[in-house]
């Protein structure tokens, strides 16, 4: 067996039928030699038996990492990528399922030695003429949105270019791009991980390719539910965070207003059924949804002296100026209408990620 150009780490937390169909995908040629590692989080649904059948007739190798309790998305993640020692290394969610060929056109994007990230085309499982992410976009308050979420796939994203950062779910990074600005910041557990680190990867003077033939399937909020109080927290605390730790000072002053502009189009969204708050019904549900965010809120405060104290850490990895970073999240900006009227998909049970 030859020596693996990529690792495939998948993270899972009690979704064996999910898992087995995952794992089932990689068995289609990749066009690359891989590895693959499974880090599951203290499953109780056979989950492990699942993996270590697998792995008893796969044809690439095939490492289980078993945690007893669920250490969240990055920690599991940061546990496959220690395991590694491929050049490459790609992250592949539970949920999703590669197409034939992923890994290497993922490994197309890396001939230019300052790509240090490769984004896919995912598509909705249920669905596949309508994409879930080619890439990612942002708004100014630090909320990510994926790059093309709801639209019908008509090959307006069938281009090669840069975006600003690969989406988690089915992405590749470069090992010596990780060994030099860090791992998953294992603080933020799940959500908004990879937005994290592709923020501080591009700020470190690292590119992102968006790879179109690299097509992945994702089954939307399979872990918590789309609208599940404790997915919105999270997301909410770590958009938060991300902000304090890589926003230019001007641009972290003016947080608070892009947030009140956001939850003010967001509720007119809802008012008129639109977005993800328009499919939250009856008074209580919005109630739920409203302390959620402020239950975010919240978390995030209380960890800002942290945060601030990783900001002067990551000085000296810095290699674009405050004006640079400024023109970076302007040029891949997601507007406020378009972020508050996305609709989330409607999908069964509901993106776990770990």
């Known amino acids: 067996m030859q020596e693996p150009q990529v690792t495939v780490i998948i993270v899972n937390h009690n979704r ?5 169909r995952c794992l089932g995908s990689l068995l289609a040629p990749q066009g690359a030699e891989f590895e693959v590692v499974v880090v ?5 649904d056979g989950s492990v038996e699942a993996v270590q059948r697998f792995a008893a007739e796969a044809p690439f190798r095939v490492t289980l990492i078993r945690n007893e309790t669920n250490l969240g998305f990055c920690a599991a993640n940061n546990q496959g990528i220690r395991a590694s020692r491929a050049p490459f290394v790609a992250l592949l969610n539970n949920d999703a399922e590669a197409e034939p060929g992923w890994l290497g056109a993922l490994l197309e994007a890396f001939e230019d030695p300052r790509v240090g990230m490769a984004a896919s085309k995912i598509l909705v499982h ?3 003429r309508v994409i879930d992410k080619a890439g990612h976009l942002i708004y100014l308050d630090g ?3 994926g ?4 639209e019908i796939d008509r090959g307006q994203y069938d281009h090669v270019g840069e975006t600003l950062w690969p989406d988690g779910c089915a992405c590749m990074y470069r090992r010596a791009m990780l060994d030099e600005i860090g791992l998953f910041d294992e603080d933020l557990f799940a959500y908004g991980d990879d937005a994290e680190l592709g923020l501080r990867a591009r700020i470190a003077g690292w590119r992102c390719l968006y790879m179109p033939r690299a097509v992945a399937r994702h089954r939307r909020g399979a872990t918590l539910g789309v609208a599940s109080p404790q997915r919105i927290a999270l997301i909410e605390r770590n958009r938060v965070l991300l902000a304090v730790k890589h926003f230019p000072w001007d641009l972290l002053l003016l947080n608070p207003l892009f947030y009140a502009a956001r939850l003010a189009a967001g509720a007119w969204a809802a008012l008129r059924g639109r977005g993800e708050a328009g499919r939250v019904r009856g008074a209580g ?3 739920r949804l409203l302390g959620a965010l402020l239950r975010g809120d919240a ?6 002296p942290a945060t601030l104290r990783k900001r002067r850490l990551l000085r000296p990895l810095r290699r674009l100026s405050n004006a640079e970073i400024r023109r970076l999240l302007w040029q891949n900006r997601i507007g406020l209408r ?9 999908m069964p049970g509901g993106d776990q990620r770990a």
Do not use: C, H, I, K
Not at 40 to 44: A, C, K, M, V
Not at 299 to 304: D, F, P, T
């Open 147 to 150: 790059r093309g979420t709801g």
């Open 299 to 304: 978390e995030a405060l209380a960890r800002v």
């Open 40 to 44: 599951d989080n203290g499953s109780t």
């Open 285 to 287: 549900a919005r109630l």
């Open 16 to 20: 064996a039928a999910l898992l087995e």
């Open 143 to 145: 909320q990510n949105r």
């Open 338 to 346: 378009a972020l508050s009227e996305q609709a989330a998909f409607p």
């Open 126 to 128: 249920e669905d596949p």
